[in-house]
């Protein structure tokens, strides 16, 4: 597959980043013929350690296809970072924008040069304990079906064992696998063409996830399960747990007040007369 716009900054960051991958990870990598050779289209990846884009972005880059990812717009102006993130061409999202599809304009604008748009649809590490993908937000599923173009799902894993989520020191011993399962484009054509409503919305998303998670069930040799870590809902049900403890403890706590006891009558005290 033909290497096309990689660009002066990108290989840099290459000649930076694959050597310590290649001495840290070995690499189980397939399904690489299912990255289109041309055209713009999305790849939806699960997200299970911080090291794990550096991984996927070295799985991608031997495709000839490298993947712009998708961060926040204030790391686009100033400085070293700026130019590294404007050179290799990732995409801003604005999210000070009050119009959800114009957040992603510029993964719109990216597609239909012809790029490839690396979206991480569950926003930030997976929290389910097992490290299976979360629910996903909406973004891909904007971006693809206002563009319509293929949607690959990518499952990794590997980086999660070599720095597992939200884990400060790698386990560099013994020496870890990346793997990597590209997949099919996902069927989304009976979304297209009808009004772009939060359920649509949610149900494109809920395919696109569906899609990732059973690449990482062919990985794992394991079955997800039936029902996505969802943050939100945790959210809420912490939320009532933490306030039906906190009822509980001011009722044991009025439970433990004793009723001040009346004064005894001077007669029986037996002082009287």
Not at 224 to 245: F, K, L, M, N
Request: glycine share 8%.
């Amino acid at each position: 597959m033909p290497r096309r716009r990689i660009g002066f900054w990108y290989r840099l960051a290459a000649v930076i980043c694959k050597p310590p991958l290649v001495v840290l990870l070995k690499r189980d990598w397939r399904g690489m013929e299912h990255i289109p050779a041309e055209g713009g289209f999305i790849t939806a990846v699960n997200h299970n350690s911080h090291i794990d884009p550096f991984a996927y972005a070295h799985f991608q880059y031997n495709t000839g296809r490298v993947p712009r990812f998708l961060a926040k717009s204030a790391l686009f102006k100033k400085g070293f970072v700026g130019a590294a993130m404007r050179g290799t061409g990732q995409i801003p999202v604005y999210r000070e924008s009050t119009d959800a599809l114009s957040a992603f304009r510029a993964a719109i604008d990216a597609v239909d040069r012809g790029e490839c748009v690396a979206f991480y649809p569950e926003g930030t590490l997976t929290r389910d304990p097992a490290g299976w993908p979360m629910t996903g937000k909406t973004g891909a599923a904007r971006v693809a079906l206002r563009t319509k173009c293929p949607v690959i799902p990518v499952a990794q894993w590997g980086c999660n064992e070599l720095l597992p989520p939200y884990a400060k020191k790698p386990h560099l011993l013994p020496r870890k696998t990346h793997r990597v399962l590209a997949g099919p484009p996902v069927d989304l054509t009976r979304f297209y063409d009808r009004e772009m409503t939060a359920e649509l919305l949610k149900e494109a998303t809920e395919v696109i996830m569906a899609a990732i998670t059973r690449q990482l069930e062919e990985i794992r040799g394991d079955e997800a399960p039936e029902t996505p870590y969802d943050p939100r809902r945790e959210r809420i049900e912490q939320r009532r747990r933490t306030q039906a403890q906190t009822q509980r403890g001011v009722q044991q706590a009025a439970s433990q007040v004793q009723p001040a006891q009346p004064a005894q009558s001077a007669q029986e005290e037996g002082l009287g007369k």
